[in-house]
């Protein structure tokens, strides 16, 4: 399994930031390209607790289920489309959120995991998609700050504003 994570220092408290990452709903608020999140488990929080993600690009619908759950710091998301793979050349997908005290601030540290479904040349593949993942991880940590510290949905605007600044 690989992994890319990036990080970002988010102006709340730690308790604060898990009060609103913990309820999976709101993903739809921050998540580039996420049109609106539904919840399909009667448990809202904990393994076990799934959400539908619907794309505006390609009317494409992504399950997320979580797999790991740490109360207070984080979980961790399967994504697949239909009991399938999310994208045609991972075997296995996920998105990890995480989160850690620093001060009167948080660290937000997400990941994104995956595992290539060919193995030859695994150090090229890493390259390249530790290029394109991070980059959107990067978008991804800039939007979520965006909106933990403001409430407001992240629009199209600042999504172009972040892209811009991105490196």
Not at 67 to 92: A, S, Y
Request: charged letters at 30%; aromatic letters at 10%; proline letters at 4%.
């Amino acid at each position: 399994m690989l992994t890319i994570e990036k990080q970002i220092m988010i102006n709340l408290t730690h308790a604060e930031c898990w009060e609103k990452m913990r309820d999976i709903s709101l993903a739809g608020n921050y998540i580039p390209n996420v049109e609106k999140i539904q919840i399909i488990t009667p448990q809202k929080e904990g393994v076990g607790a799934s959400r539908k993600a619907f794309l505006t690009k390609g009317k494409k619908v992504v399950d997320e289920t979580v797999i790991e759950w740490n109360d207070g710091d984080g979980f961790t998301l399967k994504l697949d489309v239909k009991g399938k793979r999310v994208l045609p050349w991972f075997d296995e997908f996920y998105f990890r959120y995480h989160i850690e005290k620093a001060d009167h601030k948080t660290l937000f540290r997400p990941g994104i995991l995956y595992d290539p479904r060919v193995k030859f040349m695994v150090g090229l593949q890493r390259i390249i998609f530790d290029c394109v993942m991070g980059r959107e991880l990067k978008v991804i940590c800039a939007s979520m700050k965006a909106y933990y510290e403001t409430d407001q949905p992240t629009s199209a605007a600042v999504l172009k504003k972040i892209r811009n600044t991105i490196d």
